[in-house]
């Protein structure tokens, strides 16, 4: 499904900037904060405001188009992957890493209605922990 689809199913209006940013993190797994994903897409729309690019974010989060991943308190990041899985982040390089969380089964799902489900893990990633 390309980005124009996914905004139409949810209701959501498919202007250009909206378009651009989720094309953006679906063409770029890195989990980018508002801030990289202001400088990749300054570059083709120098009017853009970081604002603009907040906002919609922001839009995409709420209608769970994408999912902001806060393994980072002073940096949201942002996934288009919204399948259960898990986040890494490296203590020293800062980078952050899908990994597959297998089938979760819970009990609590039967006593509480569950509206996000978030695995992160914290530690060094192989290049870090083999130079330190």
């Known amino acids: 499904m390309n980005a124009v ?3 139409q199913k949810k209701g959501i209006r498919p202007s250009i900037i909206r378009i651009m940013v989720l094309e953006y993190l679906l063409s ?3 989990h980018p904060t508002v801030e ?4 990749a897409l300054l570059l083709k729309a120098p009017t853009i405001s970081k604002t603009s ?31 259960l899985h898990g ?9 952050v890493w899908d990994f ?3 089938q979760v089964q819970t009990s609590l799902s039967k ?3 569950i509206k996000t489900k978030e695995i992160y893990f914290t530690g060094l ?3 870090c922990k083999n130079v330190n």
């Open 5 to 7: 689809e996914m905004l």
């Open 100 to 102: 597959a969380v297998g």
């Open 125 to 127: 990633c192989d290049k």
């Open 53 to 83: 690019i907040y906002n919609t974010l922001h839009l995409l989060a709420q209608n769970d188009i994408i999912l902001e991943i806060t393994i980072d308190p002073a940096k949201v990041r942002y996934d288009a992957d919204t399948s």
């Open 87 to 95: 986040h890494f982040k490296c203590d020293d390089c800062l980078g």
């Open 111 to 113: 006593e509480f209605d």
């Open 36 to 39: 990289e994903v202001y400088e």
């Open 28 to 30: 770029h797994r890195t």
